[in-house]
């Protein structure tokens, strides 16, 4: 069957809230049995069309609901929902569904790191649970420990001082941050997704053969190798999160 690849989490899961800052195709089984799930995506809005949901993958969602509220209802902006699918290829959009839930999606730029700048950036430990890669956006899964009573602050950050970057394979180099900017560290995990506009690293806009994202995760520093297929949309499982116990709402 052709992949899908949605967000697999219930309902049932346990809420936990994490607030998150700023700094200054393929042949896998569609899991429909769930009643709820989540994808990420980007609106589409036009004039004289009903607004919808463009994924990373370039399929399409068709809200059937006509009360999102409008501040969401602005072309491109990058949004999280929990939705029941209602219907597949339908009337030339690739699903029909019910928006049950909708939150923006945290959207910043990869950031030069410098001696100076280390510190505030901060690298404490992090776990992914999902990276991937789409024509504009390298976007990350991951669990945080903490309280959940300050914001947390996460960055895609770029070292200029590097003399082989991109390295020998052609991958460029970054790391992903967190800063837990004080909050209390407890045996507590926090969900939050991020997206990283490429721009001049994205695919099309560039001749390099993916990304290496250091990151320094319970486990220890980890390096994940996201290689890129400039043929067709870059790891199409762009709408895939593993379920998960923690958190789902992301501000």
């Known amino acids: 069957m052709k992949k899908f690849s949605i967000f697999l989490i219930g309902l049932a899961t346990a809420i936990s809230s994490v607030i998150l800052q700023s700094c200054k195709d393929d042949d896998d089984d569609v899991y429909y049995y769930t009643s709820y799930a989540y994808a990420i995506g980007d609106m589409v809005v036009k004039?004289?069309?009903?607004?919808?949901l463009q994924?990373?993958?370039?399929?399409?969602?068709?809200?059937?609901?006509?009360?999102?509220?409008?501040f969401f209802l602005?072309?491109?902006?990058?949004?999280?929902?929990?939705?029941?699918?209602?219907?597949?290829?339908?009337?030339?959009?690739?699903?029909?569904?019910?928006?049950?839930?909708?939150?923006?999606?945290l959207v910043k730029n990869i950031i030069p790191i410098t001696p100076e700048t280390a510190?505030?950036?901060?690298?404490?430990?992090?776990?992914?649970?999902?990276?991937?890669?789409?024509?504009?956006?390298l976007t990350v899964q991951f669990e945080m420990q903490g309280a959940g009573e300050k914001k947390h602050m996460v960055n895609v950050v770029r070292d200029f001082s590097l003399s082989?970057?991109?390295?020998?394979?052609?991958?460029?180099?970054?790391?992903?941050?967190?800063?837990?900017?004080?909050d209390p560290k407890?045996?507590?995990r926090l969900w939050g997704v991020a997206s990283f506009r490429l721009k001049d690293l994205a695919p099309q806009e560039s001749n390099l053969s993916g990304l290496k994202i250091k990151v320094n995760t319970f486990g220890g520093e980890k390096t994940y190798n996201?290689?890129?297929?400039?043929?067709?949309?870059?790891?199409?499982?762009?709408?895939?999160?593993?379920?998960n116990s923690s958190f789902i709402h992301i501000k």
């Open 47 to 52: 004039d004289g069309e009903s607004p919808y």
């Open 55 to 70: 994924l990373d993958s370039k399929r399409t969602m068709l809200p059937a609901n006509t009360s999102i509220p409008s």
């Open 74 to 105: 602005e072309d491109g902006r990058r949004v999280i929902i929990n939705f029941s699918l209602l219907q597949e290829n339908y009337m030339g959009y690739d699903y029909y569904v019910a928006i049950n839930d909708i939150d923006t999606v």
């Open 119 to 137: 510190d505030s950036i901060g690298n404490d430990p992090v776990n992914i649970i999902d990276m991937w890669t789409s024509d504009e956006y």
């Open 164 to 182: 082989d970057n991109p390295d020998k394979d052609n991958y460029m180099q970054l790391e992903f941050r967190h800063n837990m900017e004080g």
């Open 186 to 188: 407890i045996d507590r």
């Open 226 to 243: 996201l290689k890129y297929d400039k043929e067709k949309s870059l790891n199409t499982n762009s709408e895939k999160i593993q379920e």
